[in-house]
């Protein structure tokens, strides 16, 4: 069976779900798409949770000789009182933090970083461009950094991981850009839920971390059954616990304790923007050192390696620590380490992640929260009566406000670390501290996730759609047009260069023997790789993520996904995937402008002294080679649009008409009916 057969015998399947999915209901879709996207979210979260424990173990215990404290959920260990090889330390770390940077550079360099920002970057502006390869580099290199020592967590590599997979499915269905929208982002909520496990948290997630004031409603059910799937498959591994156990029951028997919430909700709020600022700042920091990218988180790592000989809490993701500060454990931790280890973390967070290392930044988060709390309670439980001898409470309400704050996640975030702790009856303390920590934020505008919008109305896909909804009226059949120039999967890339060039094209469709459409080749990346390999018989770069469009889509449709595209025209398929032409902006814009005309018009057949008319210069018209200033185009008439060719004009004075244009004119209806005889008559007006 030949390369062809095979892919046609892997199509036929696959072009038979995309059909079923596009026709299918919303219920029905999102049952499926949900489940698909949970049951690799929650087997993704295991393989990297199990890869980062084989990290830590080989590279912590046994080379160094030094046991991380463990939430309850993974065993409950303590620390070790010691480290049995301190030379060790750095060593590992940045062994770990250089092993991870070379694989991410090598061969995914989009790996690099917390990973949340990049699968919240994909949601906005191109759910389908995540490659496969990043996710299994992002599993490894994650593991590597953050299992030898780096301070970094497990819910970036996670989100992006199975935002990966998303996206896969995106380009496997060819999904439509919102579907693919909400399955990526339903990915992210399912991956984080699933390795926190706290699944409720994890789909409000999903919704909430794309904008930092909004919501992406429609995200809410598809991320439910993707995050009930994910938590049901990691729980079918790893356990169905709270990850920190079932911490007390709170009851809030008076309104005095809300006062000492509420100083932690402010302190929170303003070491959550220390975090992002820090954090940031070390990010530009090691982006101006001139050095290989390679080599800076191995820099970064052998600093944290330093700074874990004399504070080991800042070691790996941290939440045995949180585990202990959750109890009694805390008061036996000395007084300077909880008071400077929300500092220490800032910091060593920014070395392994900042620098290009790979790992999460929400975990750090959660444990510069926690000691916030544990530092507040500390401090004034022994001047102050009223706050009890139980520090869980400060604890998980630190955590809350710190890090729901400065993600522009509060509501998220509360109910995940109420998941995570197993206690709900810290709600309304969590809503006073988390308010005001968010009040801080919003003031400063700022986030630890650089790639949120400020709300919908910024996001590329809802503004077309608000923007311009007569889009939705006019499919797609209706504005396409042949294809110039498609191209045979079996011809070798000097036979496609001379065909792109010949019909004067930038990119093409490519099809196989059948027509079925592959994917798009773009002259640059043939050149580019005629260049690179000397010859022209190289394998040819298919651009997999460029999205088709249906026939019977809508033109909003079409504009949603060449937002998110670098090209500016979409291939057209029918049922079975053949290819049935092509549509581009302009063909878009041209279309839309018809549209508006033929609704206008309708108005003005209603009545009135005004309207608007669609007029064609014919060759022999007196308005022919006419400048739009002319005193022979009535004055009572505006010309908004000149329609010349597939271009569209936008007209100024100067402009001057030529034979086969199309105008789109407003006026007054005298005006108007002479402007349509003066183009359509060379005869003098009588």
């Known amino acids: 069976m030949n390369k062809s057969q ?23 879709k999102w049952l499926v798409l949900g489940t698909m996207v949970g049951i690799i979210a929650g087997l993704g979260a295991v393989v990297f949770y199990d890869a980062l424990r084989l990290a830590s173990y080989v590279f912590l215990q046994v080379i160094a000789g030094y046991q991380v404290p463990e939430p309850i959920s993974e065993g409950g260990r303590l620390a070790s009182g010691h480290i049995a090889r301190p030379w060790a330390i750095p060593v590992v770390a940045c062994g770990g933090a250089l092993l991870g940077a070379i694989l991410v550079y090598a061969i995914a360099p989009e790996a690099e970083g917390h990973g949340t920002d990049a699968a919240i970057a994909a949601v906005h502006h191109n759910p ?50 919102e579907d693919a929208r909400i399955t990526v982002a339903s990915g992210i909520g399912s991956g984080i839920g699933a390795i926190f496990g706290a699944p409720l948290g994890g789909a409000v997630l999903a919704t909430e971390i794309l904008y930092r004031d909004d919501f992406e409603v429609e995200a809410l059910l598809p991320a439910f059954i993707a995050s009930i799937v994910g938590y049901a498959v990691w729980g079918s591994f790893e356990g169905f616990g709270p990850l920190f ?13 809300l006062l000492w919430f509420g100083v932690i909700g402010v302190v929170g709020g303003c070491v959550g923007l220390l975090y992002a600022k820090g954090f940031y700042g070390m ?98 439980e022994p001047v102050v009566p009223s706050l009890g001898h139980d520090p869980a409470p400060y604890v998980i309400v630190g955590m809350m406000a710190c890090f729901g704050s400065i ?201 009135g002294a005004t309207g608007v008319v669609d007029v064609l210069v014919e060759g022999n018209s007196k308005i022919s080679g006419v400048a739009l200033r002319s005193p022979l185009i009535p004055r009572g008439v505006l010309v908004t649009a000149v329609e010349r060719g597939r271009e569209v004009i936008r007209p100024t004075g100067d402009t001057v008409l030529q034979s086969g244009d199309r105008l789109t004119a407003l006026g007054a209806t005298d005006d108007l009916e002479q402007l349509e005889r003066l183009s359509r008559s060379s005869q003098p007006e009588l």
């Open 245 to 257: 156990g079932y911490v007390g029951n709170y009851q809030l028997s008076s309104a005095v304790p």
């Open 6 to 28: 095979w892919g046609l015998r892997v199509r036929r399947p696959q072009t038979r779900v995309a059909r079923w999915l596009a026709s299918a209901t919303f219920a029905q």
């Open 407 to 607: 993600s522009r996640a509060p509501l998220a975030v509360i109910l995940m670390v109420a998941e995570m702790t197993g206690t709900l009856s810290l709600i309304v303390p969590a809503m006073l501290a988390v308010g005001l920590a968010t009040l801080i934020v919003r003031r400063s505008d700022d986030t630890i996730y650089r790639s949120q919008l400020k709300s919908r109305a910024e996001s590329p896909a809802h503004r077309i759609l608000t923007g311009l909804p007569l889009l939705a009226q006019v499919p797609v059949s209706e504005a396409m047009l042949p294809p110039r120039c498609m191209l045979v999967e079996r011809a070798d890339t000097g036979t496609f260069i001379r065909l792109l060039e010949q019909s004067g094209v930038d990119a093409a469709p490519v099809v196989d023997a059948d027509t079925h459409y592959l994917g798009v080749v773009s002259l640059s990346s043939l050149r580019h790789l005629g260049n690179a390999s000397g010859d022209s018989d190289g394998d040819v770069p298919i651009d997999v993520t460029s999205s088709p469009v249906h026939q019977d889509a809508r033109l909003d449709a079409v504009l949603d996904v060449l937002t998110t595209a670098p090209l500016t025209w979409a291939t057209v398929i029918d049922d079975d995937r053949h290819v049935v032409g092509t549509i581009a902006l302009s063909d878009i814009v041209r279309n839309y402008r018809r549209t508006t005309q033929t609704y206008l018009r309708r108005l003005s057949d209603m009545g």
């Open 128 to 177: 389908r461009s995540v490659r496969l390869r990043t996710v299994f580099v992002k599993i490894i290199a994650s593991a590597l950094t953050i299992g030898s020592g780096g301070s970094g967590g497990r819910e970036g590599p996670t989100g992006q991981i199975s935002a990966g997979f998303g996206s896969l499915l995106s380009r496997t269905f060819d999904l439509s850009p």
């Open 283 to 380: 990010v530009d920091a090691f982006s101006r050192l001139p050095l290989p990218r390679w080599i800076r988180p191995a820099i970064g790592g052998l600093l944290v390696g330093c700074i874990g000989l004399a504070i080991p809490e800042v070691l790996g993701t941290g939440y045995g620590w949180i585990q202990q500060s959750l109890g009694a454990h805390l008061l036996q931790i000395p007084l300077w380490i909880v008071l400077i280890l929300p500092f220490a973390r800032i910091a060593t967070t920014g070395l392994s992640i900042g620098s290009g290392g790979s790992g999460g930044i929400f975990g750090p988060g959660m444990v510069i929260g926690a000691f916030v709390g544990a530092a507040v309670w500390r401090l004034l």
